[in-house]
């Protein structure tokens, strides 16, 4: 059986325009307050993304593990959102590496 870690995807994109927590484009559930990972919430408006060359597609109940770098485990969904706007201002590119949603049985390791 394969890890999980061979299975991740990166996504990079920019926040189209200006992007505060309150109108970021994704939303984020989960999160240290629901004792989960955190994850790509129930709206996701493709609209106001921009993905660069490679990228994969954002998707609904997508595991985030890093953004920009910063191992997210541990982060609450608000911490995340705020994360993802800072980094995202001015629409800087955001890199994202996710386990795409429909996986199960992820276990935080010491590589995460």
């Known amino acids: ?3 999980w870690s061979h299975k991740v995807v990166e996504s990079t994109v920019s926040l189209a325009g200006p992007c505060d927590e309150s109108t970021c484009p994704i939303t984020v559930s989960g999160g ?3 004792g989960q990972f ?6 996701i ?3 106001r993304l921009i993905y660069h060359s490679g990228s ?3 998707q609904v109940g997508d595991i985030v593990l890093e ?3 910063q191992k997210v485990a541990g982060f609450t969904s608000q911490d995340l959102v705020d994360w993802i706007v800072d980094v995202g201002q001015n ?15 992820l276990v935080k390791s010491e590589n995460w």
């Open 91 to 105: 629409s800087t590119p955001v890199l994202m590496k996710l386990a795409k949603s429909g996986m199960t049985h």
């Open 32 to 34: 240290s307050e629901t």
């Open 1 to 3: 059986m394969d890890h």
């Open 67 to 69: 953004v920009q770098g």
């Open 38 to 43: 955190c994850y790509l919430g129930n709206r």
């Open 56 to 58: 994969a597609r954002l």
């Open 45 to 47: 408006d493709h609209d």
